[in-house]
């Protein structure tokens, strides 16, 4: 039996901040293949990731894990009350980056099938897409991976994302889909002056204010039938100006949306840019916008995948998971043009913090959930 606790002590040992393989990758690479996974590095971009397969490529029959080896920076070192990368356990509870987001998913998922395809080994194939760029812009993670699978002719029927998805308790919540992202960054430009001559300036404030109000007071929708309203959040004003006595050329300011399944990355876009054409109308000014679309929303309809995932949840928690779309982007975005995706995992409550830390206990209940998953899907 591969111990999942174990496991993940292993690979919060190695300090894979982003984008760092730090050795995590080189290990459960030797682990796979020592329990007869074909493993393959598809590494771009100076991004690690891992494929790993067992049973026969490309059968029609496959069930994917995919998750993250890569973790945020520390932080304040000095502010940890427990080494950020020494998996320490006191009072039952594994401290270390990467604890909860998402080493031991990770271990508990590569844990399960290694065991599952030893003790009864299934008619099909189980699929493991471990990537090292999930953290930071997810240009050559997951993305690369399935370009790999595509070009190797591989595939996976359905996949499970191994990411921290229950608030509070073990097992409260499961992702079915996830909202879009995209932010917006607008330039205002007019003509720099004397304060005590207004009249001789174009003062790009007031424009970049209104355009702020406008975009914030704006209601995108009510939400839909499985998720909440969309929003808009204003994340930055700024001129650089310290002068007093000058009405600066140029200000900008920003905002990031996250929108629901009423709406698109292009149909949002259109509408900002309208918004930045009225307002440079209104105040003569000139209004550059630029934009970028981190993923658009996605939903897995309630069916066979999410009801196997909350079952075999039920079976070992007691509790039925919530089916939810809320949080913000994960790997699931690429993965949903590929094949059904749902996501579950542990209680996040301490990802991305000082003293990231996750019961041990949790980690071998997630592993157990995850091998009942294996075996009812292939039952």
């Not at 993940?8 to 040992?13: E, G, K, N, P, S």
């Not at 953290?135 to 993305?143: M, P, Q, S, V």
Request: net charge negative; hydrophobic share 40%; with cysteine.
């Amino acid at each position: 039996m591969t111990d999942p606790i174990q496991l993940t002590a292993d690979l919060i040992r190695c300090p894979s901040v982003t984008p760092e393989e730090g050795g995590a990758l080189v290990l459960l690479e030797s682990v796979l293949s020592g329990a007869g996974f074909d493993c393959t590095r598809v590494d771009r971009g100076g991004i690690s990731n891992l494929f790993a397969r067992w049973g026969d490529k490309g059968h029609p029959r496959s069930f994917g894990f995919n998750g993250h080896t890569d973790v945020v920076p520390v932080g304040d070192e000095a502010a940890w009350t427990m080494p950020p990368f020494g998996a320490e356990v006191k009072d039952g509870v594994m401290y270390g980056r990467g604890t909860t987001d998402m080493k031991s998913g990770v271990a508990a998922f590569a844990a399960a099938a290694m065991e599952f395809v030893q003790d009864t080994p299934p008619d099909g194939a189980v699929i493991l897409a471990i990537t090292g760029d999930e953290e930071a812009d997810a240009l050559h993670g997951t993305t690369a991976l399935l370009d790999y699978m595509e070009s190797a002719s591989e595939n996976m029927s359905v996949c499970l994302v191994g990411e921290p998805t229950c608030p509070n308790e073990m097992g409260e919540m499961m992702k079915i889909g996830r909202r879009g992202s995209m932010t917006a960054w607008f330039t205002v430009t007019g003509v720099q002056g004397h304060s005590a001559y207004p009249h001789r300036a174009k003062n790009p404030l007031p424009a970049i204010a209104r355009l702020m109000d406008r975009l914030a007071s704006h209601e995108l929708d009510t939400g839909s039938d499985h998720f909440d309203a969309s929003t808009l959040a204003v994340v930055s004003i700024d001129t650089g100006n310290t002068a007093t006595n000058v009405i600066p050329a140029q200000c900008s300011g920003a905002v990031n949306i996250r929108f629901n399944d009423l709406h698109s990355g292009e149909s949002l876009s259109a509408w900002l840019k309208a918004e930045a054409r009225t307002v440079a109308e209104a105040f003569d000014v000139e209004v550059d916008v630029k934009i970028k679309i981190s993923g658009e929303s996605f939903l897995t309809p309630p069916g066979p995948l999410s009801d196997l995932v909350a079952q075999a949840v039920e079976a070992e928690t007691g509790v039925q998971p919530d089916l939810s779309t809320t949080g913000g982007t994960s790997d699931a975005r690429f993965i949903k043009n590929h094949c059904p995706v749902v996501e579950f995992g542990l209680v996040g409550r301490t990802m991305h913090q000082v003293d990231e830390c996750v019961p041990v206990a949790q980690i071998v209940q997630l592993k157990a959930i995850y091998t009942r998953i294996l075996q009812d899907y292939f039952a």
